[in-house]
């Protein structure tokens, strides 16, 4: 079964950093486009960045210029690195692996608060 694995959540200082990692198994890594999600409690899941299998990325307004996706293909693992987090950011981070189908992690909490 395939399901990705997300890891380094946390809770974090207004204004510090964290970097998530989302490793897929079971799955041709290199082929299928990532994306990071979060939902924040009473909220709907939302995206925070994307990378395609070519490497072409995209961010959610709120994420740009503070956020960093990228992959590692030989490690079949993509990671968001986050900077300037904001009490705005707490949230569950998912991981989303998509292709001819879509798998989704269980997901690692980030909290930011002082």
């Known amino acids: 079964q395939v399901q990705p694995v997300e890891s380094g959540g946390g809770l974090v200082q207004p204004g510090g950093s964290l970097r998530l990692s989302c490793a897929a198994s079971?799955?041709?890594?290199?082929?299928?486009?990532m994306a990071w999600y979060r939902q924040a409690p009473g909220k709907q899941r939302e995206l925070v960045a994307g990378i395609t299998s070519g490497g072409t990325t995209n961010y959610a307004d709120s994420a740009k210029g503070r956020f960093t996706i990228s992959r590692d293909n030989g490690k079949n693992t993509v990671y968001l690195q986050m900077n300037g987090l904001k009490p705005e950011d707490t949230a569950v981070y998912y991981c989303?692996?998509?292709?001819?189908?879509?798998?989704w992690g269980q997901g690692t909490q980030v909290t930011v608060s002082s």
């Open positions: 079971g799955i041709i890594f290199s082929i299928h486009h």
């Open positions: 989303k692996a998509r292709y001819q189908f879509v798998y």
